[in-house]
């Protein structure tokens, strides 16, 4: 590498500064589903995020031989959204083999933040997701600070379609389901906290919509053809718009510096790939959801769309 002599252009934002600023924009999805998930959510935000710290601390200090990085908070923005990834009844044992796999094997093993190709927080959860299905489908929706419901297990609105078609989700409330979306895992429980924190991260200037929004664009328009070509098969758009955990990976995990394209039109073709993934695995997969193994997979094409569009050069016109 090139590197040319100072003076050179220095800026005020570091890499805490960003992680925090992704900590406070998740803070509202993480207090709406503390507050009706209750303990049970606090206990797999706490194991997830102090196994992600210890465990990176660890590892930089005795594997590595190298001054700790847990003070760029990214560990624990791992942390966070491995736990916003889970079901909120997931076993302690779990979380902690996913924040192994998240920090141990995703992140410190190709060297660390800035060097890892998959996003360690889904690389967890995929790895769970097939190592535990049985805990990781566990949809038991405990008692929390602001309901007192019964403990009750169901089919999420996306398993529900994938095992009864359109029957089976017929008079779905959408905007219940904007704001309040109890079951599946706890960061989906409220679509509109989750772009609450993403309309923070645009005004702070933290990412760019580009990736986002071609993701939403090609999952609406794909859904939408289905649809108009067979309604009594195929979910609408906007079903596919709100369910899941489309909002909390377009916004959160596919917008992630280290695993997304530099350039605007590489994250364009990016959020397209992505979002045509998604509907392919919803529609005809053998899971009900696809947002993070369409994630994983556009991941690894990360590397030529950087090769085939740069951004243009500073100075240049």
Not at 16 to 28: E, G, K
Not at 30 to 59: D, K, Q
Not at 179 to 200: H, K, T
Request: net charge neutral; proline share 5%.
């Amino acid at each position: 590498m090139l590197v040319s002599p100072s003076p050179h252009i220095h800026a005020s934002v570091s890499t805490r500064s960003l992680m925090l600023d992704v900590v406070i924009a998740l803070l509202p999805a993480t207090i709406v589903a503390v507050l009706f998930y209750g303990w049970s959510e606090l206990l797999v935000l706490g194991v997830s995020i102090a196994s992600c710290v210890l465990l990176e601390w660890a590892i930089t200090r005795w594997l590595m031989k190298k001054p700790s990085t847990v003070g760029d908070m990214s560990a624990v923005v791992t942390g966070l959204l491995l736990a916003l990834n889970l079901p909120v009844t997931t076993p302690w044992w779990v979380v902690l083999i996913g924040a192994v796999v998240a920090i141990g094997i995703a992140k410190m093993s190709f060297g660390g933040l800035g060097q890892n190709v998959f996003n360690p927080a889904i690389t967890a959860r995929v790895f769970l997701l097939v190592s535990f299905p049985a805990q990781m489908t566990d949809w038991t929706v405990p008692a929390g600070f602001i309901h007192s419901t019964d403990a009750v297990s169901g089919a999420t609105l996306l398993g529900r379609y994938a095992e009864g078609g359109m029957d089976a989700i017929a008079g779905t409330d959408y905007l219940q389901t904007l704001f309040l979306n109890i079951g599946g895992s706890a960061g989906e429980i409220s679509a509109i906290a989750l772009l609450v924190g993403f309309v923070y991260l645009l005004i702070r200037r933290v990412i760019k919509p580009w990736i986002t929004l071609s993701i939403f664009g090609t999952v609406a328009l794909t859904s939408l053809i289905f649809w108009l070509a067979n309604p009594a098969q195929f979910s609408d758009p906007v079903f596919n718009l709100l369910t899941g955990g489309l909002i909390l990976g377009a916004c959160f995990m596919a917008t992630d510096y280290v695993t997304s394209p530099m350039s605007n039109w590489g994250g364009v073709i990016y959020g397209i790939g992505i979002g045509f993934l998604v509907m392919m695995i919803r529609y005809f997969g053998s899971y009900p959801e696809g947002v993070s193994f369409a994630i994983l997979l556009m991941n690894m094409t990360v590397p030529l769309l950087n090769n085939w569009f740069h951004q243009k050069k500073y100075g240049r016109k």
